[in-house]
């Protein structure tokens, strides 16, 4: 949204004498007007934007966080239980002298010494782990598995008689199609948002979505209050230029939109200390939007880095780092939906495109694998270890885990059994079902 095209404000005067001679069409007010507040086109949502209530809507909500790159999920749990693990991994090991004690240690698991408030959310029973999590016939290619986990689709879309979409928008359009019934943060435009027709918010960053000052008039006393002003005259002069009134009534929400999302950031005091890191950032604007009582039951959003072919490091080093960002921020969101009460209706799903190799390379790192270990964080997971198909010592022998249970199997029973949809229509593609991993 900050990235898009601001016109200079003279140019919005210059609209609004356009608009005053009806000389002007649709396609330009959206343009003018959503350009001048920083806003990226609304499309077909525009004009029916909830109001925000103020203090959290109490609605169970699903949080996505995308490990992106492809995570060695088998240094984030350890499978302590299982000597092929050291026997494959000589140098990236984690040792059992620097696991984490007191997690889940009964199938023979054990959690990365970074992930100390994960450990605290094991022992408090609100930690799911789902081992051999993928797909059939696994893709080692970025962006092939990255489809496959966006679509929610391993075939084509022509054998299901519907085009293209991602699964996060199929379920916008279905169960939450208001603009912040699904959010996306800090991602760009994901492509399990693509394809549908309700058009969820897709934005950098909650400060990011405002409006702006124009570089072409940097300098100018009071430039913010004046370019407000300039864009309200511009939909006041819509309502009366000839054209749908839907256009000036769009625009107009917009504008209250934007202020009420600033309004929620500007009063949120968190409870928990966020690092100034992207993945804590973001997070911290779901806690944001949940506090505004803002509706939004799906967020998405996403760190990187996790393409680790060299120099992974083990219980500490470059990956450990990333595990410390992840564990920190999740720590300081945790803190905040307990201070809001909302914890008992937070599920946060770990996942990444594909685990790595069972063995390291000559380079201290891991290769493209293919089934990964998923974690579920929340007040309403059922907390355990082992859901679903466990990793055994043969599960070691080959280049990755074998296949146990299809991602789309665990997305269904938090659809089904915590946000109280059915996931059919979201998962429409016919598959072997695994059975329940049992993480609600």
């Known amino acids: 949204m900050s990235n898009c095209h601001r ?27 959503l350009a001048g507040a920083g806003i990226t086109a609304l499309g077909p949502w525009a004009g029916k934007i909830p109001l925000a209530t103020g203090a959290p809507q109490g609605k169970k909500i699903y949080v996505l966080l995308n490990l992106d790159g492809g995570c060695d999920t088998l240094n984030a ?23 984490l004690p007191g997690g889940p240690a009964g199938p023979g698991l054990a959690l990365h010494p970074s992930f100390v408030n994960l450990l605290a959310m094991w022992n408090q029973g609100d930690l799911a782990i789902v081992q ?21 689709v391993r075939g084509t879309f022509a054998a299901l008689g519907i085009l293209p979409s991602g699964w996060m928008a199929r379920f916008a359009d279905l169960y939450a199609p208001t603009p912040l019934g699904a959010v996306a943060l800090g991602v760009g435009r994901p492509t399990s948002f693509v394809g ?19 570089s072409g008039s940097t300098g100018i006393a009071n430039n913010d209050v004046l370019r407000k002003n300039t864009i309200k005259s511009v939909l006041a002069a819509a309502s009366t230029a000839g054209t749908p009134g839907g ?17 929620a950031v500007t009063s949120f005091v968190p409870a928990g200390t966020y690092a100034n890191r992207s993945i804590a950032q973001r997070l911290k604007d779901v806690a944001i939007l949940i506090q505004g009582g803002f509706e939004t039951q799906l967020f998405y959003t996403a760190t990187g880095g996790f393409d680790t072919h060299s120099g992974q490091g083990n219980q500490a080093g470059y990956q450990a780092g990333l595990f410390t960002d992840i564990d920190n921020a999740l720590g300081a969101f945790r803190a905040d939906m307990v201070a809001m009460g909302q914890w008992d209706n937070t599920v946060i799903c770990l996942f990444t495109e594909f685990g790595r190799r069972n063995y390291e390379n000559g380079s201290f790192g891991t290769d493209h694998g293919g089934p990964f270990t998923m ?23 080959g280049e990755f885990p074998n296949y146990g249970i299809d991602f789309r199997d665990i997305h ?15 998962f429409p593609e016919a598959q072997p079902l695994n059975g329940n991993a049992a993480v609600i």
Request: glycine residues 8%; without cysteine; aromatic residues 6%.
């Open 196 to 214: 549908g027709s309700s058009n969820p918010l897709q934005v950098s960053s909650l400060a990011g979505f405002n409006f702006r000052s124009d």
């Open 7 to 33: 016109p200079h404000d003279d140019s919005l005067a210059h609209m609004a004498h356009r608009l005053k001679r009806k000389s002007v069409t649709r396609r330009e007010i959206l343009g003018y007007a």
């Open 247 to 263: 256009v000036r009534a769009a625009l107009d929400q917009a504008h209250t939109l934007s202020g009420q999302i600033q309004a």
């Open 77 to 99: 749990v350890v499978p302590t239980g299982l000597s092929n693990y050291f026997s494959r991994r000589p140098t990236i090991q984690v040792t059992t002298a620097n696991v």
């Open 412 to 426: 269904r029973e938090v659809l089904n059994d915590h946000l109280g949809v059915n996931p059919t229509p979201v």
């Open 375 to 397: 974690m579920l964080a929340g007040g309403a997971v059922n907390g355990s270890a082992g859901n679903g198909p466990t990793l055994q010592n043969s599960d070691l022998t």
């Open 132 to 152: 051999r999590v993928g797909y059939p016939t696994p893709n080692q290619s970025h962006f092939e598995s990255q489809d496959i986990y966006s679509y929610g």
